[in-house]
């Protein structure tokens, strides 16, 4: 397993962005899912981004309510998963968790392993 850190929560007003930064340390697995996944207060955790790590190549998969708004991104040398979210509407407010399990494609279909200690995004009206 990996341990995860996210950060870049905050506080936003609708419109707005922010980016949230996930460091993995640890082995990594030659094929991964590493996934964005956020919980809203009363609500279920539900998956919003992710990316497959594979050793010749790679492939992200987004939720239908973080599409053309989010974007999901790697920097190998640094070993950290970015969440760019743009446009944010107060309906994505909950806490952000970053997730890693081992994995070939369709990575927001997984049952993840390893999670973080989540970030807290609020957006406001």
């Known amino acids: 397993q990996v341990e995860l850190a996210e950060s870049g929560g905050g506080s936003v007003q609708a419109g707005g962005s922010l980016r949230l930064a996930c460091v993995a340390s640890?082995?990594?697995?030659?094929?991964?899912?590493m996934g964005w996944f956020r919980q809203a207060a009363g609500k279920e955790r539900e998956g919003v981004a992710a990316?497959?790590?594979?050793?010749?190549?790679?492939?992200?998969y987004y939720a239908d309510s973080a599409k053309r708004r989010f974007t999901i991104s790697r920097d190998n040398d640094k070993n950290t998963v970015y969440l760019q979210m743009n446009s944010l509407k107060p309906e994505d407010t909950g806490m952000y968790y970053c997730?890693?399990?081992?994995?070939?494609?369709?990575?927001?279909?997984?049952?993840?392993?390893?999670w973080g200690q989540g970030t807290q995004v609020t957006v406001s009206s």
């Open positions: 990316i497959y790590i594979g050793e010749r190549n790679s492939a992200t």
């Open positions: 997730a890693a399990t081992p994995g070939y494609g369709h990575c927001l279909d997984y049952e993840y392993n390893s």
């Open positions: 640890g082995t990594i697995a030659g094929s991964t899912c």
